[in-house]
């Protein structure tokens, strides 16, 4: 049997919604979706920061910019980032965790005093940590486990995540550490067995399965 590979968007799906999982990725159902254009904006900005992260010229990228987005470019050229180190930025990586690969990109990887710093960014209106908490146990355990195994960092709690809104010019700070390791792991084999069980893809029915994509292919509503 050929090792399998799962992405963040996989996972989190699952974990959102085991039924949501099995009609994208095992039945397939094709769901046409209007242009957002939040996300347009959000790509254009991360576009940018990471050209500007690499040391390119961005100014005619600038120009281009609607009068929002220049809000937020503001708000990240003004942040903290300034006083970090640079390492990485769109930074792919491929992990083997026991049997299985996990694939992924972070916005960008930062050093201070010492310590390492997973950046995310953020340019919706409406950005809650509650929203993001598996991206969070993806992002953490991998890149530990990456550089770890690079001999670049020892123990969990060298690394942490920020989730920078540039929206709100805010900032928020994940700390990790031994226990959220066991958790994070543990989380991410469960869901992973699950799928491969092939059996539990129930739906969570929650208040938001109204504004789900799949809502009307869902066999249980």
Not at 10 to 25: G, I, R, T, W
Not at 35 to 43: A, D, E, R, V
Not at 125 to 142: A, D, G, I
Request: with cysteine.
């Amino acid at each position: 049997m050929p090792t399998q590979t799962y992405t963040l968007s996989k996972l989190q799906m699952y974990d959102e919604c085991p039924q949501k999982y099995k009609l994208c990725y095992i039945d397939k159902v094709h769901i046409i979706e209007p242009p957002n254009n939040s996300s347009q904006k959000g790509n254009n900005l991360h576009n940018i920061i990471n050209y500007s992260l690499k040391g390119m010229d961005v100014t005619k990228l600038l120009g281009a910019l609607t009068a929002q987005e220049k809000l937020l470019w503001h708000n990240f050229k003004t942040s903290d980032i300034k006083n970090y180190k640079y390492v990485a930025s769109e930074y792919s990586f491929n992990l083997k965790l026991d049997e299985y690969w996990l694939t992924g990109r972070i916005d960008a990887l930062f050093e201070y005093d010492g310590n390492f710093i997973i950046i995310d960014w953020k340019t919706g209106e409406y950005f809650s940590p509650e929203n993001v908490k598996f991206q969070t146990s993806f992002y953490l355990l991998c890149i530990y486990e990456i550089l770890k195994a690079k001999n670049i960092i020892k123990t969990p709690e060298e690394l942490s995540l920020h989730y920078v809104d540039l929206a709100s010019n805010s900032v928020v700070k994940i700390k990790f550490d031994d226990f959220s390791y066991t958790q994070y792991k543990n989380q991410i084999l469960t869901i992973i067995n699950k799928i491969n069980e092939g059996k539990s893809f129930f739906c969570n029915k929650t208040a938001k399965c109204k504004n789900c994509r799949y809502y009307r292919a869902c066999p249980y509503l």
